[in-house]
C-alpha cells in the first residue's frame, strides 16, 4: 500500500512562488510514475504535471508551462511542483498521484491519490 500525503499549500499574491511537496510511503516509491493534479472551484480536475518512475520525460499541462517544475527525491519517497509567476486562475486543490504505467497516470488513472492541498492566488 502507498499513501500520499501533500504539504505546502497557502495563500499568495499572484506573481509569487509556493512548492508542494508530496511524501509518499512505501518501499516500491521508485517504480511509480508521479504527477500533480488540481481541481478548481466550480471545475473538473485536471491535469498539471508528471515524471516518470527515473525522474525523466517530465510532462507539463500548456498552462503552467515555464512557470512550474516537476521533480522527484526517490531516496526521500518525495515529488516536488515547484511553482512560480503564480496567477489568480492557479487557484485550486492540488493533488498527488501515483502509478504505472505513466500514460496512464497521466490521464488520471492513477493507482494512488493524496488528499489535497489548497493553494490560493489572490490578485
Known amino acids: 500500500q502507498v499513501q500520499l500525503v501533500e504539504s505546502g499549500g497557502g495563500l499568495v499574491q499572484a506573481g509569487g512562488s509556493l512548492r508542494l511537496s508530496c511524501a509518499a510511503s512505501?518501499?516500491?516509491?521508485?517504480?511509480?510514475?508521479m504527477a500533480w493534479f488540481r481541481q478548481a472551484p466550480g471545475k473538473e480536475r485536471e491535469f498539471v504535471a508528471g515524471i516518470n518512475w527515473s525522474g525523466s520525460n517530465p510532462i507539463y499541462a500548456e498552462s503552467v508551462k515555464g512557470r512550474f517544475t516537476i521533480s522527484r527525491d526517490n531516496d526521500r519517497n518525495s515529488v516536488y511542483l515547484q511553482m512560480n509567476s503564480l496567477k489568480p486562475e492557479d487557484t485550486a486543490v492540488y493533488y498527488c498521484?501515483?502509478?504505472?504505467?505513466?500514460?496512464?497516470?497521466?490521464?488520471?488513472?492513477?493507482?494512488?491519490w493524496g488528499t489535497g492541498t489548497l493553494v490560493t492566488v489572490s490578485s
Open positions: 512505501g518501499r516500491t516509491f521508485s517504480t511509480q510514475a
Open positions: 498521484a501515483a502509478g504505472s504505467p505513466y500514460s496512464a497516470v497521466r490521464a488520471g488513472g492513477a493507482d494512488y
